[in-house]
């Protein structure tokens, strides 16, 4: 097959009918297929399958039951099914215009580019007057300015990495390297593969029906994925363990106020720390190893097994700053925290969140009934096996 369009949708029945129509127009002469990839328990679903049985042009729906990495995470998903030589990623919300497709497609045949963004600041003709009002444009493009400050040699050709409407060679991007989290796969994409990009203008439309799905959770994990591209994991775990230590010594500070023994204010600080540390772990820093870690309770005993190990090999070296070496012992509490810094973030990123050994019976069991895969046919293929 020439083209796999892979739209993930999230709670986007209305705009389904539509959306199929005008692809199958754009699409006359080209062998393409839709891919609908969706992580909701609503109508949509229904909505596609009932479209595609009269589709002239093939459409596939992967429903994830556990939708790992939101939106990127179901592009992956999409992307791995296919086995298309070019691969085009939309919304199914007709913001970004099915007569769009054609042009990217041709583009990228044409360039020898690995993949070409249909931008929305392309100086040629782009815009972002879909934009819901002035404040989500100014974020917008703040984004935008703040993303390409950050990569500026991977982003060089890019105007618009934000975007969702995109095309590439499915061959030039190392899908294993992806860690998907959030809506900014195109950033994902182009900040870990070294990608030849070139551009084409669009102007992002109106919504056909429902509401955006941006929200501040969303924001919040686009400033989360930014900084694990550009200063990797650790700097997460930096950042955690950065707050964990500001808590820590906020405890301790307040307890040795209140004339508890420093050394028992201490233990207080840690255990507390321990526990708000591993949840913030499992959210902000490994948040993308979850699913084939351990299990939580089995991550968790370990982090709080290995933490209050590390916290009594510090209690004694604690003790000794003070007693004899005549430190203040918030500051003894400050060094000790930063030196077991490295040897916890090892332990956690190796051990905790590492891969899990099961058997080939069992993580096909965890795959089948996590991934379900529901191919549909064309309209006058209906007696083919699924594919």
């Known amino acids: ?41 609503d ?23 556990v939708p790992t990495g939101g939106l990127s995470g179901a592009v992956i998903a999409g992307i791995r099914s296919s086995e298309a030589v070019y691969a085009l990623v939309m919304d199914g919300d007709l913001q970004h215009p099915p007569e769009m497709i ?6 990228l045949q044409e360039s020898g580019a690995d993949v070409v963004v249909a931008s929305r600041y392309c100086v040629n003709g782009g815009s972002a007057a879909g934009l819901s009002n002035g404040t989500r444009r100014l974020v917008s493009s703040g984004s935008t300015l703040l993303t390409r ?35 900014k796969i195109l ?11 070139v551009e084409v203008p669009f102007i992002f439309g109106e919504r056909f029906a429902g509401e955006s799905k941006a929200t501040l959770g969303e924001g919040m994990r686009f400033i989360r994925q930014l900084g694990s591209l550009r200063f990797g994991r650790i700097a997460s775990f930096g950042l955690v363990g950065a707050i964990g230590a500001v ?19 201490a233990v207080i600080a840690a255990e507390t ?19 084939k870690a351990h299990p939580i309770r089995r991550r968790f005993l370990q982090s709080f097994g290995f933490n209050n190990v590390d916290a009594a090999a510090r209690l004694p070296v604690l003790w000794a700053l003070v007693e004899y070496g005549g430190m203040a012992s918030l500051v003894a509490q400050a060094g000790t ?21 099961a058997s080939p019976v069992f993580q096909a069991a965890v795959h089948q009934s996590r991934f379900g895969v529901i191919p549909v046919p064309r309209r006058q293929q209906a007696d083919m096996p699924p594919a």
């Not at 500026?152 to 995109?166: I, Q, W, Y």
């Not at 950033?187 to 990009?197: D, F, G, K, T």
């Not at 906020?250 to 004339?259: K, R, S």
């Not at 591993?278 to 959210?283: D, H, I, P, S, T």
Request: with cysteine.
């Open 187 to 197: 950033l994902e994409i182009l900040a870990r593969n070294s990608l030849r990009v």
């Open 273 to 291: 720390t321990i526990l708000t540390n591993f949840l913030m772990q499992e959210r902000m820093v490994f948040h993308a190893d979850r699913d």
């Open 43 to 65: 109508a949509t679903p229904q909505a596609i399958l009932n479209v595609a049985s009269g589709s002239a042009m093939p459409v596939r729906l992967i429903h994830r039951e």
């Open 149 to 183: 400050s950050l990569f500026p040699v991977r982003l060089k050709e890019c105007s618009d990495p934000m975007t969702g409407f995109f095309g590439f060679r499915r061959s030039t991007v190392q899908v294993d390297c992806l860690k998907p989290t959030g809506f």
């Open 247 to 265: 808590l820590n010594l906020l405890i301790m500070g307040v307890l040795v106020f209140a004339e508890v023994h420093y050394v028992t204010a």
């Open 337 to 357: 925290l930063a030196v077991a810094f490295l040897l916890r973030y090892l332990f956690h990123a190796r051990v905790v969140y590492g891969v899990a050994h």
């Open 102 to 107: 054609p042009v990217i497609l041709a583009r």
């Open 1 to 41: 097959m020439e083209l796999s369009i892979i739209v993930p949708t999230f709670n986007e029945a209305p705009n389904i009918a539509e959306f199929v129509r005008r692809t199958e127009a754009a699409c006359l002469g080209i062998d393409a297929e839709i891919v609908f990839v969706d992580d909701f328990h």
